[in-house]
């Protein structure tokens, strides 16, 4: 199949929402075009054979799938609705572009662009963009002295099918002062949040801890594509409190464990 | 030097433009708030060793500054200026961050954000993103019946170090009816041109040839970073006429030879 045949067919695959998106696949450039008062937010992730994940533990379409989410979670993160993606393949054989596509396309977001390569590994690079309401994008530097800190859901178990957290964008959007998703392990993404909102923390309950996990890893592990959340007052069932935001020296009192890629 | 090390010091000396960028490097999204009336176009390049090109031909520098001209290329062919670009890298030493990064910031755009991880092989994906008047984005499909298609430079000879035509912006758009950059040989984007458009053509001149290229080559070789325009009347100097739009069959009469990222 040519690279032009791969490309109709993505284009005739894709899931389409008819919202924004005014020039899809096909062009030199997608064309969207944004709803009034809406700000756009953007997250890029690269996910990579051999790094992020090895065959045949993966299959393609799982490798498809997990790129996406990856993008995704950051969009609730920022307490964002998915507007479109933009998908970048680099595989070594043609025959993976489909199912690592309709990995992608499960979520049912627009792919509005991307590109099509060549490459001994599978390199998928996934933009995932948002829309917010002006102003109202959730930030990792929103911390306010005395804000319940809290998690969505347990952690420390390794997913192989993440469920990026699009179903809390609603209730966090207008209510939490910051937000930002836990990728690189609790302990170092809550650090991360507290300096750049120049606090600290009291620690006031273990994180709840996924089946078959320990505390440890709850703690340290990361990929747990939920959502760290800081707010003036509990959010209600389904975010669960581990710390208090205080003043003090920037960051988290925990020491910070966690991935960084080249260590 | 660790990964955060090198993304503060991407987001120290990444160029700036002050505008539209609400929040750049550093939190799980960049923002973007887009000016009224402005829509925006996306593209997005793989740039790949062993692919696009090999070292040490090319010096991580001049990597960096061809994944960013690739984009905007495609940015111009919209009659788009840049706002902001997203650059993702995936390398085999963290030594090579700092050029590659230097040879993008040597186009002065934005970079909002990105990814970094580690490949075996240079993997580079640059998202462009351009800012148009609404509805004013130039697309392939726009050519009209007896419009003259011309190109804006001589053609054939490969470039190590292109410069993106954004210097045209201003004078295709609202002029011209349709635009796209030629990446993939004149004679291939041509074709591809005419059947967005739904229309054939008449060659009326030979294309420029470029010093040391030969005629054939500039027909059908590659990456030239020129624009092919449409227009209902000439454009003026720097534009060099080469066929005229009719109705028939959609695509070119000249056989489309061209780059095939599967063949």
């Known amino acids: 199949m040519s690279e032009q045949a791969l490309i109709d067919w993505i284009r005739k695959t894709a899931p389409r929402f008819g919202q924004g998106v005014r020039v899809g696949i096909g062009d030199d450039c997608a064309v969207y075009r944004p709803a009034r008062g809406e700000e756009l937010v953007f997250t890029t992730d690269f996910t990579i054979e051999g790094r ?30 998915p507007r479109f993606a933009l998908v970048s393949l ?29 490459s001994g590994k599978i390199h998928v690079d996934v933009v995932a963009c948002g829309g917010v ?24 178990r390794w997913k192989k099918r993440p469920r990026p957290r699009l179903d809390l964008v609603e209730r966090i959007r207008g209510r939490a002062h910051a937000a930002m998703d836990i990728t690189d392990g609790l302990s170092i993404d809550l650090d991360r949040m507290l300096r750049a909102s120049g606090l600290s923390c009291e620690i006031t309950a273990a994180p709840p801890v996924a089946r078959g996990a320990t505390l440890e890893q709850a703690w340290h592990h990361g990929e747990d594509y939920e959502l760290l959340v800081a707010s003036g007052k509990p959010l209600g069932e389904g975010f669960y409190e581990i710390a208090r ?13 966690g991935w960084d890629h080249f260590r």
């Open 52 to 81: 992020h994940f090895e065959r045949p533990a993966y299959t393609p379409r799982e490798i498809g799938y997990k790129a996406m989410a990856r993008g995704l979670s950051d969009l609730a993160a920022m307490g964002a609705e």
């Open 90 to 118: 680099a595989v070594p054989d043609e025959a993976l572009v489909k199912p690592l596509m309709r990995g992608v396309f499960a979520h049912g977001v627009e792919v509005a662009g991307g590109d099509l390569s060549w």
């Open 133 to 156: 309401p002006r102003g109202k994008a959730l930030l990792r530097s929103g911390v306010k002295p005395g804000d319940v800190i809290a998690v969505t859901g347990p952690l420390g």
């Open 245 to 257: 935001a205080v003043e003090g020296k920037p960051g988290s009192p925990l020491p910070p464990k």
